[in-house]
């Protein structure tokens, strides 16, 4: 079984679903509500578990009734901890809207822990930005194995964590935010001349574009909702480097995926299994 090592963020998520985003400030009203795990590294890491990895999660969880019901939910979906405890845990308001998309406000949490815990073995590891201690050493770790070790390319990204990571896939707005520059393929010629890896960005129904020209497109799928799905793009495409497989083929392994996410509404247990990606 493929030993995929994530870092980074967990969250509780408090979902609304909404006629219609707001626009404007107001009382507005929701038509269902759910208290869910989310969160960039714990969603990739219900994602590499659901399609058969050994997903290890590290992670940091307030000292308070949250964190241990996220651990709960996290232990029950799979994933092996690695958690440091302490402080407040993380939580996002989120509005889902019928088409899928979506507005999140975030708490970052509060007096977290900096120092992460040791690091088990692991043939892939995944990183986003939001622990940069851990991040770092994750993705030391990996350079020095040799590991293909992914960094997910959010808003305020830092150079020195991207500089570490084997493949670095931002976010459309990530991609723009990192270079400053607007219009996509210019910002990914830049960013890619800045960092010694592969730099990719993803575009939503777009698919994965490389710096190299790679363009892996996604499949077409009704959205309905795309809450976790690129956190889950991000996590299963690691898992596929980790067992081995090249570039594009990973690229479309974690389109379909998160392909398969945006035709499911809900959290973590919507997300396809090793049945649904054969």
Known sequence: MTRLL????AVMDYVQRVDALPTREGKHRSRSFERIGGGCAANAAVGA?????????????????????????????GVVPAFARGGRTPLSSVMVDPAG????????????????????AFDAALCDCRWPEAAEAVLT????????????????TPEALAALASHVV???????DFTGTDALPEALAQAAARLPGQVAYTDGADGVTWADGLHVPAPAVEAVDTLGAGDLWHGAFALALGRGEDRET????????????????????????EKDLP
């Open 49 to 77: 578990a659901r399609l058969g990895g050994q997903v290890m999660l590290v992670t940091r969880l307030g000292a308070d009734a949250t964190g241990d019901e996220l651990a709960a939910m996290l232990a029950g979906a």
């Open 101 to 120: 998309e979506r507005m999140i406000v975030n708490f970052p949490g509060e007096a977290l822990p900096e120092t992460p815990p040791d690091l088990p």
């Open 170 to 176: 931002f976010s459309a707005p990530g991609l723009r």
């Open 250 to 273: 990973a690229s479309r392994y974690a389109n379909r995926a998160a392909a398969i996410k945006c035709t499911r509404p809900g959290g973590w247990d919507a997300y396809p299994t």
């Open 6 to 9: 994530v870092c980074g963020i």
């Open 141 to 156: 770790a990996a350079r020095a194995a040799g590991r293909p070790a992914v960094l997910d390319g959010e808003k305020f």
